[in-house]
């Protein structure tokens, strides 16, 4: 296309969205593992854990995709490193997510019944803590529209304060959760008291990673 | 057929060329963002593009026909050798038109206007020396090419700026953009009948003082408004809508401002570009008329005509296809954005053409558009059209004054 028009490249916010959109199906599998490991359902979990695996690497196309097209030249409308910074966290949540399911593929995990229901706590309280994160990324077509301002800029300012209480009662939650499982003693086995202990880091990290949204998102909004 | 005649044949024909590639290489230009937001079908685009180029050309082409005729080099300098100022003129015209129809092939962004200039300055160096150019006002005219994109940025990033504070920074938007369209409308609407009645009726015999003018425009405005006003109570609201469905239909209420605001830009391109076509032909019209060179001539109103005429022609022919695949290119854009940008590009246009500055439409809007950007209003902007443009600046004006020279030139050699 010839004269100035060619100015309009294409928006990087949109395979943005599109790689979060990716972030939130990884997320979305993981109540069903749990819920599988909980009914010693082991084929699920690797059926599942495969599944992750799988989006988590479609989630990478994207990101590659969108890191090769970030040219020099772009202008955006936000810092170009803070944007690439939240790619980075989005990815880190998928990571996270992959993480998880291939840890619960190394052995046959039994759920002690003392930890039971915190985990499934646990759990429910990072996947929604994770699908807020992925929420926020939902809200920046309408951010773009408003230009970072005004009324819609306040109402993603309160949803990232929303995400950083959720972030520190996911922390809360991992801590009570860490204290059960280490009060077991050796009625566990090493291994098991060593995955468990990983599973519950990674959850952890989940959380930490969807805070991170919320940081960056409030970069954009005070440039 | 005698020399005259041949030489106005010659003339007309150079003139028409050059018309046919402004419409075709600036009708993008003028209707692309409306085109690119989806607030006008291609073919809608190409109507309006018509209707206004040529209303433009030919009301307020006027004045920037007279700084392409006389304003770069002094005419009276060849009152010796009237002929050699209607070669010069023609070889201008050859030249500019050649070198729109090789940039509009390998898809630069090259202004019409800085084509024109270049070819003028060439034969001009050739004919008469150094000293026949009017180097104060050459200056002036490459000082306004980088001022015009400047001002043009600097309008339309306030311009966004306050809507997007007095909109879309609102918890209810759509209302907010309901109450603020009569004024835009009023504003663009004086700005518009101001620019066409303000000295652009000479060529209907009607020329008006810039009171009587303004008073004009002010009831043109004000019936606008009242019209508007009453149209914007028809647009739907639904207090349940969340701000995602209000930006959305706000920037339907935007659309309407953007056809206004293509059928403004359309038309100060007109007004300032067909003199790039018509300039020349005036001048050589004038001579041929009594074989010699006066200072000041009348624009005929048949040259207006057939300036104005052929830009629709061109852009009709060939700008379309140009035209037809710039919607599906350019998804980015919003009608707010394609407002913004195409009105701070048309006024600064228009206040030029009105001050007689022959300035480029196409590096106005590309400096429209970085304005928008810098008010973050685009998702993204590709930066690398600035060294294209770079490219375009330095390279038009040699080439088109080199193609004049050797065309001048070729004239002296079979000619008296």
Redesign the interface.
């Known amino acids: ?14 395979p943005l969205k599109s790689h979060m959109d990716k972030v939130r199906a990884c997320v979305e599998q993981v109540k069903p593992l749990f819920d599988a490991l909980d009914k010693k359902d082991y084929d699920s979990v690797q059926k599942i854990s495969e599944l992750i695996v799988k989006l988590e690497h479609e989630a990478d196309i994207i990101k590659d995709n969108i890191r090769i097209h970030m ?1 020099q ?6 810092d170009k490193k803070d944007f690439m910074r939240l790619l980075s966290a989005q990815d880190d949540i998928a990571d996270a997510v992959e993480d998880l399911a291939v840890l619960l593929r190394i052995k046959n995990l039994d759920t002690p019944d003392e930890i039971r229901f915190s985990l499934k706590e646990l759990v429910a309280h990072i996947v929604e803590t994770a699908h807020m994160g992925c929420d926020l990324i939902s809200e920046l ?2 951010l ?9 800029a306040e ?1 993603v300012e309160k949803a990232t304060q929303e995400l950083g209480t959720a972030e520190w009662e996911a922390d809360r939650k991992q801590f009570a959760l860490a204290k059960k499982l280490f009060s077991l003693g050796d009625d566990l086995a090493a291994a098991d008291l060593l995955l468990w202990n990983e599973v519950i880091k990674k959850l952890g990290a989940v959380a930490d990673k969807t805070e991170q949204i919320g940081k960056t998102l409030r970069m954009f909004l005070s ?1 | 057929m005698d020399l005259d005649t041949f030489l106005l044949s010659f003339a007309v024909i150079a003139c028409i060329y050059m018309a046919c590639n402004i419409g075709a290489n600036d009708v993008a230009n003028a209707m692309g963002t409306s085109v690119g937001s989806k607030s006008l079908t291609f073919r809608q685009a190409i109507l309006i593009a018509a209707v206004a180029e040529f209303v433009g050309a030919f009301f307020v082409g006027g004045e920037v026909s007279d700084t392409i005729r006389k304003g770069m080099l002094d005419p009276l300098m060849f009152e010796a050798v009237p002929y050699h100022l209607v070669y010069g003129m023609i070889s201008a015209l050859v030249a500019a038109a050649l070198w729109l129809h090789i940039a509009s092939y390998l898809g630069w962004p090259v202004s019409t206007t800085h084509s024109i200039v270049g070819g003028v300055v060439g034969f001009g160096v050739i004919a008469g020396g150094m000293d026949v150019i009017n180097w104060g006002k050459i200056g002036m005219v490459v000082l306004s090419w980088v001022v015009s994109p400047v001002m043009g940025g600097l309008f339309a990033f306030l311009l966004f700026k306050f809507i997007s504070k007095a909109v879309f920074g609102k918890r209810t938007p759509l209302i907010y953009a309901k109450n603020l369209l009569p004024y835009m409308v009023f504003f663009v609407f004086v700005i518009l009948t101001n620019a066409m009645v303000y000295k652009g009726l000479k060529n209907l015999h009607m020329d008006l003082s810039f009171t009587r003018a303004l008073v004009i425009s002010l009831m043109v405005g004000a019936l606008t408004f009242i019209i508007t006003k009453y149209l914007a109570r028809k647009i739907p609201y639904n207090p349940s809508w969340d701000l995602k469905k209000q930006f959305h239909e706000t920037e339907n209420v935007f659309k309407y401002l953007q056809i206004l605001t293509a059928f403004y830009v359309a038309f100060a391109h007109g007004s300032n570009d067909v003199a790039n076509a018509v300039g020349p032909l005036a001048a050589v019209v004038a001579i041929l008329k009594d074989g010699q060179v006066h200072m000041n001539v009348p624009m005929p109103t048949w040259i207006l005509g057939l300036g104005g005429g052929f830009i629709v022609f061109g852009l009709m022919v060939w700008g379309a296809k140009v035209m037809a695949t710039i919607g599906e290119k350019i998804t980015e854009l919003t009608p707010s954005r394609g407002f913004a940008a195409t009105f701070g590009a048309a006024t600064v246009v228009l206040i030029c053409s009105k001050m007689g500055l022959p300035i480029s439409t196409t590096h106005t809007l590309v400096g429209s558009v970085i304005g928008v950007g810098l008010a973050r209003g685009l998702p993204t902007l590709n930066l690398g059209i600035i060294r294209m443009i770079a490219i375009s600046w330095i390279s038009t004006i040699p080439f088109t004054a080199v193609i004049s020279m050797l065309c001048f030139k070729i004239f002296l050699v079979f000619l008296p």
């Open positions: 296309m010839r004269s100035f028009l060619s100015m309009f490249a294409k928006s990087p916010f949109k040219r030249s772009m202008f955006l409308p936000v077509e309408a773009l529209e408003a230009s970072f301002g005004g009324a819609e109402k440039q």
